[in-house]
């Protein structure tokens, strides 16, 4: 017996049900996208949105890490722990130039 097939919204070929991710606010459950396409277009988003995911962790830091709810953490506070990730990141690149040579 053959598996029912879906077509993607995004490359137009025919998948597996298991190739979608679900969705239950889609008729049939399921994403109109498969996997990799919608792999492929989540991180081309966030390469194309580096500000935003420096936001994300540096608030998923208070949150997950020392345990705070998003409504007790001091305004700015986001702000300076993505500064601080800037300026991290750009350490870390000066090391691999340095090393690189």
Avoid at 26 to 36: E, I, M, S
Avoid at 42 to 62: C, V
Avoid at 68 to 88: A, F, Q, R, S, W
Wanted: aromatic fraction near 4%.
């Amino acid at each position: 017996m053959t598996q029912p097939l879906k077509h993607c919204a995004r490359c137009g070929k025919a998948k597996p049900l298991p190739d979608f991710n679900k969705d239950a606010s889609r008729a049939d459950g399921l994403r109109g996208t498969c996997k990799p396409c919608r792999s492929i277009a989540d991180k081309a988003w966030r390469l194309a949105n580096p500000e935003h995911m420096l936001r994300k962790s540096a608030a998923q830091y208070f949150t997950r890490d020392k345990g705070l709810k998003n409504k007790d953490i001091p305004p700015g506070l986001v702000e300076v722990k993505v500064m601080l990730n800037k300026v991290t990141q750009l350490i870390t690149d000066i090391k691999k130039g340095q090393n690189e040579s």
